[in-house]
């Protein structure tokens, strides 16, 4: 069964510091991987995405990597700020399939 | 506004009711997505079609669920006869055919309570 998992479900950080984020999936033949946000009560806004044949993608303070032969992906979030609480998700999309298959996310808060 | 846009933007019925929700994908996008998210977990997928051809179904989409794009533009999300367990919030995504920009835009959603 493809299954994406995302650890931790939650966590909670004074305003400054890096942290990452880490997203696991079960196939290794996946397409691509999508990272996004979503805040309270709203939408899914794409942060990256990383082609199957890509290794890391970066935006502004954001980095996601990818190592397929691990299974894992990981955000880094540099520099954290409170505009920074949100929730991330981790999507994958495998090889085959047009549909993504997300993680159940992390739940980000950034104090000040 | 040229992203995503669903109606409404939230929705209370009583069991047993039908609703309709209606998404309006980014214009020149011939992929159009339906998932479902419950609190707490992450969205699951429902059905998608590209242009007005539904492709595929989840094993989630339910004889009471019925999906429609009739032009291959904006598409409507039907439940029937709603139970409790329907609550939820409904995304629509939108995204152009594989082998260009793959990035599937997500809408506001659509917040159903059922009560």
């Known amino acids: 069964k493809q299954e994406v998992t995302q650890i931790p479900a939650a966590l909670s950080v004074p305003e400054g510091e890096n942290l990452v984020l880490n997203c696991s999936f079960t196939d290794s033949a996946i397409y691509n991987l999508q990272w996004f946000r979503q805040d309270p009560g709203k939408g899914l806004t794409s942060l990256l995405l990383i082609q199957s044949s890509q290794r890391e993608q970066t935006s502004g303070r954001l980095n996601a990597s990818l190592d397929k032969s691990s299974g894992r992906s990981t955000l880094y979030i540099a520099a954290s700020q409170p505009g920074d609480s949100a929730t991330y998700l981790c999507a994958v999309r495998y090889r085959g399939e047009d549909k993504l298959i997300f993680g159940t996310g992390t739940r980000l808060q950034v104090f000040p | 506004d040229t992203g995503v846009s669903q109606n409404p933007r939230h929705k209370i019925t009583k069991r047993g009711q039908n609703v309709t929700f209606r998404c309006d994908p980014i214009?020149?996008?011939?992929?159009l997505y339906w998932y479902r998210q419950t609190l707490g977990q992450g969205p699951e997928f429902l059905t998608y079609f590209q242009n007005e051809a539904q492709l595929e179904k989840s094993r989630l989409l339910s004889d009471r669920f019925s999906a429609e794009r009739p032009k291959g533009s904006f598409s409507t999300l039907e439940i029937q006869r709603t139970e409790q367990g329907d609550s939820a919030m409904y995304l629509c995504?939108?995204?152009?055919?594989?082998?260009?920009?793959?990035?599937?835009?997500f809408g506001p959603g659509t917040r159903l309570l059922v009560l």
């Open positions: 214009s020149e996008h011939n992929r």
């Open positions: 995504a939108s995204s152009l055919a594989p082998g260009r920009n793959e990035d599937q835009y």
